[in-house]
């Protein structure tokens, strides 16, 4: 979770959520850590259509975001919190890559898939 300030995450369904269009599977894994957590719908503020668009309008203060860390710049003025399931694991949002195994033969194609296993 992502806002200019620390916010209980018991607070949420009273905070302004700014959500963005999104791998459905994301989408999914969020709403169903939402409705685990709490009984009331969030309260969207925001909708808009990428993720760094909202990361813009959390960074202005007007309101809160669901992200994976990774995909928040380092330089980013944004706390980050985050969020977990009952039993205080952290929500994970597991990376996929397809890629042809003779494709790792090119040093370069091999080394950025070392990479992406080490993330």
Request: net charge neutral; hydrophobic share 35%; glycine share 2%.
């Amino acid at each position: 979770m992502l806002a200019t300030e620390n916010i209980p995450l018991d607070q949420l369904p009273n905070n302004k959520r700014i959500l963005y269009q999104t791998d459905p599977y994301l989408t999914a894994i969020i709403d169903n850590w939402w409705r685990d957590q709490y009984k009331q719908p969030p309260s969207v503020s925001i909708t808009t259509n990428t993720m760094e668009i909202a990361q813009k309008f959390c960074e202005q203060g007007l309101g809160y975001m669901i992200a994976p860390e990774m995909m928040i710049p380092k330089d980013s003025r944004l706390t980050i919190q985050p969020i977990q399931t009952e039993n205080g694991e952290n929500i994970m949002w597991p990376t996929r890559l397809v890629y042809k195994q003779q494709t790792t033969d090119l040093n370069l194609v091999q080394k950025f898939v070392e990479h992406i296993k080490k993330l």
